[in-house]
């Protein structure tokens, strides 16, 4: 959705040499969030964008001529996936398709030997995420879903504040990550079978955020010993608004709103003994941090964007395929699946199926 992200800053891409070892890039679902995927692989060094497909040629046209640099091929544009993923060119593709539309396109592109780089969430169920994980293994195909909040700077100075002590004993979390989105019950906001509602969208922040909070503080993630959930759910049944409570026990808890029908500063306060931090408006993306002592003097810390925010997970991702790896030390497949774990029992509190759950039931 277009209000959970910074508007890319209009520079033209200058024309870059390519070399062999050029990272050839692919995008699969040519909307929104895959413009500001190809503005930031248009601006780092050592890749570029081959190729696009959409199911509808002039889309898929006008992404290509768009994200064609100066001087070098024109990307490519395609209806078919399959012939997208038969070009031997391809190094990595990148799905931007609905999170409902995420599974085939991800599992055709492991098959094929690519690296995938797939928007949150990566799938509506655990078990797809389970079996996706499963096809990244066989293939030996890296998969990584694209949390680009855990490779933000603020998120890494976030991480040494919580190393260095100064909170004390960890109480809690509170966040928030609301928008009014017009309602459509055919949009991929509201629609079952793209996966739709708060939690998939965006609640998905607050709960990576949280993990890693705790991942930072306490070196893992407790076992939930409670989870509470209130829901206000769409006409279509998708969930417009969630409270959430994960509680890992001894009062530690962290606390969510998320909405698709509602405004909220989106703000994470990360409480502690000895103090707060802040991270201001618009949390998931923040380059900023703040430290409120309960005693002594507050501190505000900036940390920019490089580009435009989607760099780091870029590079990770090439790092990693360059490698052989199949996984990410940052977004592991067992956190992608953690979270799915999370959203699974969310949503069956809450009362939301999808028609996914039908095709693609708990194993356990
Ligand atoms: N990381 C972030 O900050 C961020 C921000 C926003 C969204 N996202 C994620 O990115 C994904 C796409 O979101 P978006 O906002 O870019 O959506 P969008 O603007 O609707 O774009 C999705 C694209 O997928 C293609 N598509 C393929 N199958 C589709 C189907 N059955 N129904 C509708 N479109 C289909 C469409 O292109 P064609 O019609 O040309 O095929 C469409 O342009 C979602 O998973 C979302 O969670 C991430």
Same mark, same amino acid.
């Given at each position: ?207 990576? #955020?949280?993990?890693? =909070? %705790?991942?930072?503080?306490?070196? @893992?993630?407790?076992? $939930?010993?409670? *989870?509470?959930? !209130? ?42 003994? #000895?103090?707060?931090? =802040? %991270?201001?408006?618009?949390?998931? @993306?923040?380059?900023? $941090?703040?430290? *409120?002592?309960? !005693? ?69």
């Amino acid at each position: 959705m277009a209000a959970h992200f910074r508007r890319s800053r209009d520079r033209p891409a200058a024309p870059r040499p390519m070399s062999a070892s050029t990272f050839q890039w692919a995008v699969i679902g040519p909307g929104a969030i895959a413009h500001r995927f190809a503005d930031a692989v248009a601006r780092l060094d050592g890749c570029r964008l081959h190729a696009v497909c959409g199911r509808d040629a002039h889309r898929a046209q006008q992404f290509a001529e768009r994200w064609s640099a100066p001087g070098e091929p024109a990307v490519l544009a395609h209806t078919d996936p399959a012939a997208l993923l038969a070009d031997p060119a391809i190094d990595g593709v990148y799905v931007a398709t609905p999170h409902g539309q995420h599974y085939e396109p991800v599992l055709a592109a492991l098959r094929a030997g690519k690296a995938v780089l797939c928007e949150k969430s990566l799938v509506p169920n655990q078990e797809m995420g389970r079996r996706l994980v499963e096809a990244a293994r066989t293939h030996r195909s890296f998969l990584m879903e694209a949390v680009w909040t855990r490779f933000l700077p603020a998120y890494q100075a976030l991480a040494a504040w919580l190393r260095d002590g100064r909170l004390g004993a960890l109480h809690g979390l509170q966040s928030s990550f609301c928008f009014p989105a017009p309602y459509d019950p055919d949009s991929r906001i509201f629609s079952p079978a793209l996966a739709g509602g708060a939690l998939l969208d965006v609640g998905i922040y607050n709960m990576t #955020a949280t993990r890693w =909070v %705790l991942q930072h503080a306490l070196g @893992e993630v407790p076992p $939930l010993v409670d *989870l509470q959930v !209130r829901a206000r759910l769409a006409p279509t049944g998708v969930d417009a608004r969630l409270a959430v409570m994960l509680d890992f026990g001894d009062g530690l808890v962290s606390q969510f709103h998320c909405a698709v029908d509602s405004f909220a500063p989106n703000t994470m306060q990360v409480l502690g003994a #000895a103090g707060a931090i =802040v %991270l201001p408006e618009t949390f998931w @993306e923040a380059t900023r $941090l703040q430290w *409120l002592p309960a !005693r002594g003097t507050a501190e505000t810390i900036e940390r920019p964007f490089e580009i435009n925010g989607f760099e780091n997970e870029i590079r990770e991702a090439m790092r990693c395929a360059r490698a052989g790896e199949i996984e990410s030390p940052v977004v592991p497949h067992a956190e992608t699946l953690a979270v799915l774990g999370w959203m699974d029992r969310i949503r069956a509190l809450a009362g939301v199926r999808y028609p996914f759950d039908d095709d693609f039931p708990p194993t356990r």
